[in-house]
């Protein structure tokens, strides 16, 4: 079963500030996903990654598939990114995903 | 972009009933659908594999009648959670897999169901 590693688990910063959050992982993967869940606990898929970078927006995310390392970055930080952001792996059980435990990030104005 | 709804999006129901919860893909075809529940302050955890067709595929410590599981079609799967208990209470979310392989590579989520049991 695949171990996913988080950090920070919390993160508090100020409106403006880059942000970057990391995930690490114990086994191969062919994709690894980057969710982001709200208070009310819906869940939006933000990333899914199987080699170098992708960017959305002030979004940007990174995988190292040798170090078996990614991670999410925020420029430009806002109040409204305010979430726990959720690294994710195959390996669950039958193609399910494991995750990590989440970052709760939080951005002061 | 694929996207996956769930029905209800919140249910609060009495100890002994059953609640019914669907997870659809709207615009794509899933042969897979996972099944995953997170209580207060925990990371999600996988319940079990539904895959069109076929019985589910359940993780260990997951009882299978208990939460019955069917994939009638390529777009809906259901969770039913029998006789519920208070315990039972949680964040229930799905995912559809539109690989074609079902992989669990490329998963799109529901906005999940938030159950109480009273």
């Known amino acids: 079963k695949n171990e996913v590693e988080q950090s920070p688990q919390n993160l508090t910063a100020q409106e403006g500030e880059f942000i970057t959050i990391n995930c690490s992982y114990s086994v191969g993967i062919s994709a690894l996903h980057w969710l982001q869940q709200h208070p009310g606990g819906g869940i939006v898929s933000l990333f899914m990654l199987s080699s170098g970078k992708k960017k959305h927006g002030r979004l940007i995310a990174t995988i190292n598939i040798q170090e078996k390392h990614s991670s999410l970055h925020i420029t430009a930080s806002h109040p409204r990114d305010s979430a726990v952001y959720i690294c994710a792996v195959p390996g669950g059980g039958a193609d399910g995903l494991t995750f990590g435990k989440g970052t709760h990030l939080i951005i002061q104005p | 972009g694929a996207v996956v709804s769930q029905h209800p999006s919140r249910v609060i129901c009495k100890s002994g009933t059953s609640v019914k919860i669907e997870c659809r893909s709207l615009d794509f075809q899933a042969t897979t659908m996972f099944w995953y529940r997170q209580f207060p302050k925990k990371s999600l955890m996988l319940m079990a594999t539904s895959n069109e067709g076929s019985k589910a595929t359940y993780e260990q410590g997951v009882e299978k009648d208990k939460f019955l599981i069917n994939h009638a079609s390529l777009t809906l799967s259901t969770l039913t959670v029998t006789s519920a208990h208070p315990e039972d209470s949680s964040f229930y979310i799905c995912?559809?897999?539109?690989?074609?392989?079902?992989?669990?590579?490329?998963?799109?989520f529901g906005p999940g169901t938030r159950l109480t049991v009273l």
């Open positions: 995912s559809a897999d539109s690989s074609r392989e079902g992989r669990g590579d490329e998963q799109f």
